[in-house]
């Protein structure tokens, strides 16, 4: 990326042919290559379509500019696009829409669980100036970023529920009230917080390929659903209001599951089988009463149920989770009950505290080595050695 004053060079040289603007075209040459925000790319393309022009003209294209990219931006900008195909325009378009500043070790294992490789299609990626590295985050300039949504607006420009990406709140609001989803998408992300949005038991029916449905913001939600898709690989819904999953909620891929501050009162019935499952956040969910068979996520590393105040008992297969490294009970008032017996072996953080009525620890079996916090106050607790 260029500094501002090479950036206005090489802007002049394309719109005046020359190396500095003339005066009364100064205010909109600096409003242009703060739009174009360094990228050599943009500054030759809005240059040379700005040449010529009247400042009248000047203004009419820098305020469209700032709305969407100019059609000629984007058809040079595609030229590094239009070259990739399959899994790896796929994963452009993913992090164009959904993943841009989230760190590599929290992207590749949900991109791996869509069998997209992103490993190589990262550096495929950073190969064709498509993103950039900021240490561990993956990082989009603004135009491409905005090309990428522009494509995949471009898949059904009027009907929402027609494209594969979704992460305008009104369209996301505008599908899920009105039961227009269909196979077609695969993500949807809510950046910003909307009005309440009433959902049904149809809303996710159609919706078979969906892949991702993250709304961390706080947007309210209201109402049961019937259907929910076991394609999903990231699932990540602040203020989720369900009560239970769907009882043929069956997501073998699923990779992250983040239900902070839900109505959740149990997650599901007897078994599921999700050896993918990782981390699981049921923070402050305060009507959860029980939690399920564990067994089928033996592969689980995080799980928080801190501010989870009705919580009386945890199961006992969670303490065959050999592979878990954190377990947050912080203030569960009411928790009476841990396994019998704990096979923790990978486990660094233990925090049980305000958990006034627990009365035992449970036996250790084997050891737990990397332990590395255990909360003060379970000192008081009978069996603890």
């Not at 501050?261 to 019935?269: A, M, N, Q, V, Y």
Request: hydrophobic share 40%; proline share 5%.
């Amino acid at each position: 990326m260029l500094d501002d004053d090479a950036a206005l060079e090489l802007f002049s040289l394309n719109a005046f042919k020359r190396n500095q603007p003339p005066n009364n075209y100064l205010k909109l040459a600096r409003l242009a290559i703060f739009y174009a925000q360094g990228l050599p790319l943009a500054l030759i393309v809005l240059g040379s379509h700005l040449i010529d022009r009247s400042i009248e003209q000047w203004e009419v294209a820098l305020d469209s500019s700032k709305r969407v990219p100019h059609k000629k931006i984007q058809d040079i900008l595609r030229v590094s696009f239009d070259a990739p195909e399959g899994h790896l325009k796929t994963l452009f378009l993913d992090i164009a829409c959904f993943f841009k500043g989230n760190t590599v070790n929290h992207v590749i294992p949900i991109l791996e669980a869509c069998d997209l490789n992103p490993v190589i299609g990262i550096e495929l990626l950073k190969e064709k100036a498509l993103i950039t590295m900021d240490g561990c985050k993956i990082w989009m300039h603004d135009l491409i970023e905005e090309m990428g949504k522009e494509i995949v607006h471009q898949e059904s420009p009027d009907l929402p529920g027609e494209r594969s990406r979704l992460w305008i709140g009104e369209d996301v609001d505008l599908v899920l009230t009105n039961n227009t989803g269909t196979n077609k998408i695969k993500g949807i992300q809510v950046w910003s917080a909307t009005d309440e949005i009433c959902l049904n038991g149809k809303s996710f029916s159609e919706m078979k390929s969906l892949r991702y449905f993250v709304s961390s913001y706080e947007t309210s939600y209201s109402g049961e659903i019937d259907y929910l898709s076991n394609e999903l690989r990231w699932l990540d819904w602040l203020l989720c209001p369900l009560q239970s999953f769907p009882s043929n909620f069956y997501p073998k891929k699923l990779v992250a599951l983040n239900i902070p501050d839900s109505c959740i009162t149990r997650l599901w019935e007897g078994f599921k089988n999700l050896q993918s499952l990782t981390p699981m956040d049921l923070s402050a969910c305060e009507f959860l009463t029980e939690l399920p068979d564990f067994t089928g996520i033996l592969n689980l590393k995080d799980l928080h149920l801190d501010g989870c105040k009705r919580l009386v008992e945890v199961h006992h297969s969670v303490g065959l989770l050999n592979k878990l490294v954190t377990l947050n009970l912080h203030d569960c008032s009411n928790l009476v009950k841990l396994p019998r017996e704990i096979s923790l072996t990978s486990i660094e953080t233990i925090c049980l505290r305000n958990c006034e009525r627990l009365a035992e620890f449970p036996k250790i079996i084997g050891k737990m080595a990397s332990l590395r916090y255990l909360d003060p106050s379970i000192g008081k607790l009978v069996g603890l050695k």
